[in-house]
């Protein structure tokens, strides 16, 4: 689960650039302290309140994605989104986007652990928690469970699944009965019975009986 998403706005100085006229990668990080400031007071909870109530959010992971240049001028949008991975780490991810043509220049993410005053892991208050674990959209649309029937259906056995749909009667007698409710004059099907037949003659032999005749 995520936060709903904060959008920031910052243009490009000539101060974030380069010999190379591009942004230099740093500052993407700078960007992204941004974005996560403007969603912490969306939650209604400013850095300055957050520090004056005791509580630290320092860096433990930071990650970056550059798949396009940022250069002086442009105008980029800041997407920042939160999640609580642990009671006592939260995440942050972000999207830079370019507002002139809607280009992604830059992905990233960053982990932060939540520490009281005195360095120690503590837990974020509720109301920024709850802000941080609001249910995301869609939720639950690929958890439906199997139907009981069909869950029934196919913890039977095949015979058990005949019986139960045919009263118990074995499967030759249930395809001959159904011949002859359908109005068939051929007589019900011969396979099985034809190689009980067989099985018999071919005890007669091994005992040392005559053969069956054939008619």
């Known amino acids: 689960m995520t936060s709903p998403p904060s959008r920031s706005r910052v243009r490009v100085r000539y101060a974030e650039t380069d010999q190379m006229g591009v942004v230099y990668y740093a500052n993407y990080f700078v960007w992204f302290e941004v974005g996560r400031t403007d969603l912490l007071r969306a939650a209604g909870w400013s850095y300055r309140e957050m520090e004056t109530e005791g509580f630290q959010l320092p860096v433990i992971e930071a990650h970056c994605a550059y798949r396009q240049p940022a250069k002086y001028d442009d105008e980029l949008e800041v997407r920042t989104s939160g999640a609580s991975v642990s009671p006592v780490r939260v995440q942050f991810t972000y999207e830079i986007v370019r507002s002139a043509d809607q280009t992604t220049l830059a992905t990233g993410a960053t982990v ?75 007589a019900p099907r011969r396979p099985v019975l034809v190689t009980r037949e067989h099985n018999r003659a071919s005890a007669s032999a091994r005992g040392g009986g005559a053969p069956r005749e054939s008619n």
């Open 112 to 186: 932060h652990a939540t520490l009281d005053r005195h360095g120690r892991p503590c837990r974020l208050p509720d109301r920024v928690r709850n802000f941080l674990t609001a249910p995301a959209s869609g939720a639950g649309a690929g958890s439906r469970r199997p139907d009981p029937d069909t869950r029934e259906h196919s913890a039977r056995g095949p015979s058990e699944r005949e019986g139960a749909s045919g009263g118990g009667a074995p499967r030759a007698l249930k395809i001959g009965a159904s011949a002859s409710a359908a109005g068939a004059d051929a």
